[in-house]
């Protein structure tokens, strides 16, 4: 079969727009809808529901929507192929063969298991490989209708159906490739049609209220078209799918188990309103190790903001800070973390209240509930009517609530019991690759003739560039990309690892990683640590550093006055002058 294959989302989170997918089912011809309900955060959700409930610990709304739509699925010829069952896929695809049941539609289920290692890791809340798309593949191909899975990578749900639809096999690298490459713009929901889109300025609200949901028409040859369905919100140009691209990556090398990608040979054509065509992408084998999320419970964390109006700002920051520091030192047990920080939102001669205040937040952490409940409860209420003027808080401190801390661990892939449970219940093992190749860092490419030196002006940079930034694990990545080879010349030479930093000094005691991507006219940060122990540790302001690239791109620095003049954004990306190896 070499027909184009139409796979669309319907999920990028758990907690997405429930009506999704209905909406993908109705708004246009599909052959597979997938499902992205997975990230690390919702495996440390799920992993405290299955502690009170073992037969949970997958996504429920996944089921509530199927009860909508599973009907409509089957009417439509439509396979379903969602990462729903989370740390129990065996137990959802039970519960959607009793709901098939109970509405009348007789479908086929089957579901992926195998990435609990939870066995492995014994003091790990949840602990499970990341799995490719070969064993949502096997089950496609033994005629299931809708195929569940537990943690598999986001692009597989794209790479498995891809692959059971053309005959690829494990050493199509190109073509497995270019089909992980749709998977990861399709991953992440309306992100790759106008949502959360650095560039939005100029769309008009009405546009951008419901961004449809995209998909990918994929070829043989692994090459695909990403659209959307006619007349739906949003907008799909190259520089929504570059945008989504760079998310949460970081190298030229894009690892997974299926294959690795090369997100420097991927290329981007606007082929017509809302059809952006990407081809070009070279695959190579796979690493020989499977990727590992771990959840532990990190302790017990709280916090308390205390509203700070007017004159004296610091003043009053020092006092109750000096007060509360004193009452914690006093208290039975102290919380072994302490961590204050001063927002300075205030506006001098406010015409509001609330643009009159700065808001200094105190978090705390122990192992222990008391000393972050009881404890903190005690030091910063007490002081209401005896510390600095108007004081109060946006809201008294809790009993404190477990935090989560994650970490990322290896295995061989020979060792991972990949399993395919087929519609009659028949366990099929996923043979490991004997086809890997080690992981390695590609050499920078060169960078294009710089900018001639002309006139410059003062400016943010995010009038030139956008980005967009997310979060793995305790790191946090920052692509950011331009629209024009002038403005490109200019961020190669301009956005060094020195200027990012002194533009970000948040990261100035960090590990940062700058990679280049000429194809996408890119830049790729990894900044190490500056999440903490990951999102569920919340270690800062912005925990999935969401809005980092915001951040960036709201700092000034010297901007040549040529890229400042109005432009029309080029709609394709040249072609590499020279083949990276």
Not at 74 to 87: P, Y
Not at 180 to 203: D, K, P, S
């Amino acid at each position: 079969m070499t027909r184009p294959l139409r796979i669309g989302n319907a999920s990028g989170f758990y907690g997405d727009r429930f009506d999704a997918m209905r909406d993908m089912l109705t708004g246009g011809p599909l052959d597979v809808l997938t499902g992205d309900y997975l990230a690390e955060l919702t495996m440390l959700i799920l992993g405290r529901d299955r502690l009170k409930d073992p037969s949970r610990g997958y996504a429920k709304t996944f089921l509530r929507q199927l009860e909508e739509c599973l009907g409509l699925a089957q009417e439509r010829g439509v396979k379903i192929v969602a990462n729903a069952g989370g740390l129990n896929p065996a137990g959802l695809a039970d519960a959607v063969r009793e709901l098939a049941g109970r509405l009348g539609v007789g479908v086929r289920v089957a579901h992926v298991e195998g990435d609990d290692l939870g066995a492995r890791f014994p003091d790990a809340l949840t602990a499970n490989a990341y799995l490719g798309g070969a064993g949502i593949a096997a089950c496609l191909r033994a005629g299931a209708d809708v195929v569940v899975t537990g943690r598999v990578t986001d692009a597989a749900l794209v790479s498995g159906p891809a692959a059971a639809h053309f005959g690829w096999g494990d050493g199509d690298h190109d073509r497995l490739a270019g089909a992980v490459v749709a998977g990861h713009i399709l991953e992440c929901g309306t992100q790759a049609t106008g949502g959360n889109y650095a560039f939005f300025g100029g769309r008009s609200p009405h546009e951008l209220l419901r961004p449809g949901f995209p998909l990918a028409e994929i070829h043989e040859d692994g090459s695909s078209v990403i659209t959307k369905h006619d007349g739906t919100g949003g907008f799909v140009d190259v520089g929504t799918v570059t945008a989504q691209l760079l998310y949460e990556t970081s190298g030229a090398r894009y690892a997974g188990p299926d294959v690795t990608a090369r997100l420097d040979t991927v290329t981007l054509t606007q082929e017509g309103p809302d059809r952006v065509r990407v081809a070009g992408v070279r695959g190579e084998a796979p690493p020989p190790t499977l990727k590992v999320g771990l959840n532990r419970l990190g302790g017990f964390r709280n916090e308390v903001v205390f509203v700070l109006t007017g004159l004296d700002v610091e003043a009053k920051a020092d006092l109750v800070r000096a007060q509360v520091e004193d009452a914690l030192g006093r208290a039975k047990s102290r919380p072994q973390e302490v961590r204050w920080e001063l927002v300075r939102a205030d506006r001098p001669d406010a015409a509001s209240e609330e643009a009159a205040s700065a808001l200094l937040r105190l978090v705390v952490r122990d192992p222990q509930q008391d000393p972050v409940g009881r404890a903190l409860s005690g030091a910063a209420i007490e002081l209401a009517l005896g510390s600095y003027p108007g004081f109060h808080v946006t809201a008294p401190p809790g009993k404190g609530a477990p935090y989560g801390v994650f970490e990322a661990a290896y295995a061989e892939r020979g060792t991972v019991d990949h399993v395919a449970v087929l519609p009659g219940g028949e366990r099929t093992p996923v043979e490991a690759l004997g086809d890997t190749r080690a992981l390695e860092d590609l050499a920078p490419p060169p960078l294009p003739a710089p900018l001639p030196h002309g006139p410059t002006r003062r400016a943010p940079l995010g009038l030139v560039a956008g980005a967009r930034s997310g979060d793995k694990g305790g790191d946090a990545n920052v692509g950011v990309w331009v629209r024009t080879d002038d403005a490109w010349r200019w961020l190669a030479h301009e956005l060094t690892v020195e200027r990012f930093r002194e533009l970000m000094p948040e990261t100035a005691e960090l590990t940062v990683v700058r990679h280049v991507l000429p194809n996408l006219r890119a830049l790729n940060f990894v900044v190490e640590g500056i999440l903490g122990a990951g999102v569920a540790s919340q270690a800062r302001f912005d925990p999935q550093a969401k809005g980092l690239g915001e951040w960036l791109r709201a700092r000034h620095l010297d901007v040549p006055a040529a890229l400042l003049e109005p432009t029309q954004p080029q709609t394709e990306l040249a072609e590499p002058t020279e083949v990276l190896p």
